[in-house]
């Protein structure tokens, strides 16, 4: 392994007309890694990406094993709108988009219809509930904007809505009506991926939600993040350890011990593995930008894809589990309404997301499907009041109906997942029959679990601001230090937590890191600024959004 003070002599870059080229490398190939790799590499840097994974992406990661893609990090594009930046190049490659919620806002939903809550005995929640509690919720929050004005010191929104509680007891709410409320609350912690005990009251709403709603990638993150990284020198496997700079340039080592070298370096590596210290930096990074490292939060959100082999549930995008308690709340997204695919993604956050971890994906996958069972109790009971007609027999006749098991005398109708598979859990349903009568059949459920908050590339999910530390966090995070430039979805003032946010900041790095190296090397003609975004808006297409 080099000293530092052998930095310049192994740079493996070779030089253009005896003129040194410019040289970056970047670390990590998620959005904002790909995007400071591109927006470099037009500007005539050579740039080498190292990437930890096998793969490209980073928390953008879609997964084909049912035949189909599925988005099991980043799934939306938040801000379906033409001034998105990742509206030009989704729509130039004509990729479409599913909008869940036309409305702009990410806590309180108006677009209601889009939902179905169930308690954990089945029933379903009155709409006129869901949407009076949700006007309650509306009041509550406009009261926690009240306490930040009066009161100086940050808290945590759980404490601060027990204040509103105390202030505005007429808000207080009681049995299905309470359960509702834990509900938006969970939904608030999702927004997060963190529990509402550590979201900062002052700073929550910093983030910049921009016009157009929210809109699933219909086919996945993937062809856009493929679309990106056409031509670059990425080296997967290559995860780093070590990083050496000193005014010459940046040194980088990688755990295998092979290290390259280069003028400057883009770091690009979730905040949960800078938080880990598992990068060492020499010399050692000044104590803001450690601070920033350490104060800004972490949280976890996971998905659990479960799919079936036919629709059983109602035409909605969302099916939630309300309960007594923000933990045991939960919800689906309905992929079939996006895709046309029989699958349901379980999307635990917080607490919960970090427990489901602890469990085998076996575990966790049937820990899903047992909510569902919560809330949908009826798909495994034989209807009492009708026969199964003609066209529910056609949808279902691609079932095997051979496998018809006796059900356990002690848990009669019981829909349990009762032997499993590394990726199928046996299922029991009621199906109609050809000689008009209901009968017992066994369907295999397949499934996914994302592991966000533990897997060593990410330690957790997105940022978010925490109590008592400034928004202003993420801007520092961002800061160059010498000839190291910082990107990724937490340096992103406006878009923390986002797909756009994590791209946007990968261009700003590689911009800064293009004027500082054009500095350092004095006029560079063979430098080509990168595109600006009028010529990208040329090469745009208009975003193909629908609601089915
Ligand atoms: C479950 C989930 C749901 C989400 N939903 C949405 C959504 O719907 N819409 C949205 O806009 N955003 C969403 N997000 C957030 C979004 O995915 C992220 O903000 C964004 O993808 C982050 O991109 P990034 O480039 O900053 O980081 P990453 O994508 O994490 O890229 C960092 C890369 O660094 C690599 N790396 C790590 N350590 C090393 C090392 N030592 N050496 C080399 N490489 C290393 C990693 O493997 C990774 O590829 C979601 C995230 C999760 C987890």
Request: aromatic residues 10%.
């Amino acid at each position: 392994m080099e000293s530092r003070n052998d930095i310049k002599k192994v740079s493996c870059y070779p030089t253009i007309k005896g003129r040194h080229s410019p040289s970056v490398i970047v670390i990590g190939g998620g959005f904002a890694g790909i995007s400071a790799a591109r927006a470099l590499q037009n500007s005539s840097f050579k740039v080498v990406l190292l990437e930890s994974r096998h793969r490209i992406g980073g928390r953008a990661y879609t997964d084909y094993s049912f035949g189909f893609p599925v988005d099991m990090g980043a799934a939306w594009l938040h801000g379906a709108c033409v001034k998105n930046p990742l509206a030009p190049v989704i729509g130039r490659l004509g990729l479409p988009l599913y909008r869940t919620s036309g409305d702009d806002s990410v806590l309180f939903d108006h677009d209601l219809e889009s939902y179905a809550l169930y308690d954990t005995d089945g029933n379903q929640v009155p709409q006129e509930l869901v949407e009076h509690v949700g006007g309650i919720f509306e009041s509550m929050l406009k009261e926690t904007e009240k306490l930040r004005q009066e009161i100086s010191n940050d808290m945590s929104m759980t404490k601060a809505i027990a204040m509103v509680f105390e202030r505005r007891p007429d808000l207080r709410l009681e049995g299905l009506a309470d359960k509702v409320l834990k509900w938006y609350l969970c939904r608030l912690e999702g927004w997060f991926a963190a529990d509402a005990d550590t979201i900062s009251l002052k700073y929550w709403d910093e983030e910049v939600l921009l016009p157009g709603g929210h809109a699933l990638m219909v086919r996945g993150y993937r062809p856009v993040i493929n679309t990106l990284a056409r031509d670059l020198d990425i080296r997967l496997g290559h995860r780093v350890s070590k990083i050496v700079r000193d005014k010459m340039g940046v040194e980088v080592i990688v755990d295998n011990g092979k290290s390259f070298v280069a003028d400057a370096v883009v770091i690009t590596v979730p905040l949960g593995v800078l938080k880990s210290n598992s990068i060492k930096f020499e010399p050692r990074l000044p104590n803001w930008k450690e601070e920033a490292i350490k104060d800004i939060g972490v949280g976890t959100e996971n998905k659990i894809a479960l799919h079936f082999d036919r629709v059983f549930w109602p035409s909605v995008e969302f099916l939630g589990v309300v309960s007594s308690s923000t933990y045991s709340c939960s919800y689906f997204l309905n992929l079939h309404k996006a895709t046309g695919h029989p699958v349901l993604v379980y999307m635990p956050a917080g607490q919960l997301a970090h427990d489901l971890e602890k469990l085998t994906d076996e575990a966790a996958a049937s820990f899903a499907f047992q909510q569902l069972k919560q809330i949908l109790p009826d798909a495994s009971k034989p209807p009492t009041d009708r026969k199964p007609s003609v066209s529910k027999l056609a949808v279902l006749s691609a079932l095997d109906t051979r496998a018809r098991p006796s059900l356990p005398p002690h848990k009669p109708n019981s829909w349990l997942p009762s032997q499993t598979t590394h990726d199928l859990i046996p299922v029991l349903y009621w199906i109609g029959s050809n000689d008009g009568n209901w009968s017992l059949l066994v369907a295999k459920i397949q499934y996914l679990v994302s592991h966000w908050g533990t897997d060593v590339n990410s330690l957790g999910s997105y940022s978010y601001d925490t109590v008592g530390k400034p928004h202003y966090l993420f801007e520092r995070l961002r800061i160059p230090v010498d000839n190291l430039f910082f990107a990724g979805e937490a340096t992103s003032l406006d878009y923390t937590g986002t797909v756009h946010g994590a791209f946007s900041t990968g261009l700003m790095a590689a911009e800064e890191c293009r004027m500082r190296v054009l500095e350092k090397y004095g006029n560079l003609d063979i430098f080509h600024p990168a595109m600006g975004h009028g010529e990208e808006e040329q090469l745009s297409a208009p975003l193909l959004i629908s609601r089915i």
